[in-house]
């Protein structure tokens, strides 16, 4: 965990597959990360309240119990990446494998189930493209 970072209260963390929270970097209250695979949140990156990081869940090719044998189960794990300058929305839901390029933001309440560009912000359940970000951008105005 990087100086000057911290996990607000009341989170669930279960990344057995490693985790790495880099400088200026936070986890707000409330927010999970579920499924045992790894997790990197970059520099100055905000995962922001009440968001969730699944970095596993089972294939419906499979068994989908957790009290199947996992022999008989389908799961992906695979771990999330979160560059520096990222931010979250609150609410988001951020699936297995993601990568959020530096500069990113999704808005709140949105579904990311796909790799996101550096500098763009994208919003919506799915999330979509809304439009680039440029470093002189007023921090407020993505907000929906």
Not at 9 to 30: K, M, P, Q
Not at 34 to 55: C, M, N, Q, W
Not at 91 to 96: A, D, N, R
Request: with cysteine; charged share 20%; hydrophobic share 40%.
């Amino acid at each position: 965990m990087g100086e000057n970072s911290s996990i607000g209260d009341f989170c669930f963390i279960n990344a057995s597959g490693g985790i790495r929270i880099g400088e200026c970097s936070h986890i707000h209250a409330g927010s999970r990360v579920i499924g045992g695979a790894g997790l990197y949140l970059g520099d100055h990156s905000a995962v922001t309240y009440d968001v969730l990081i699944v970095t596993a869940t089972d294939r419906p090719n499979g068994l989908m119990s957790d009290h199947s044998p996992m022999h008989l189960r389908r799961v992906d794990r695979k771990a999330v990446f979160i560059g520096d300058y990222v931010y979250i929305g609150s609410k988001s839901v951020i699936m297995p494998g993601v990568t959020i390029g530096n500069g990113a933001v999704i808005w709140s309440q949105s579904y990311v189930d796909k790799n996101i560009p550096a500098w763009e912000i994208w919003g919506g359940r799915p999330a979509v493209f809304k439009r680039k970000r440029m470093l002189d951008d007023d921090p407020y105005s993505f907000v929906i």
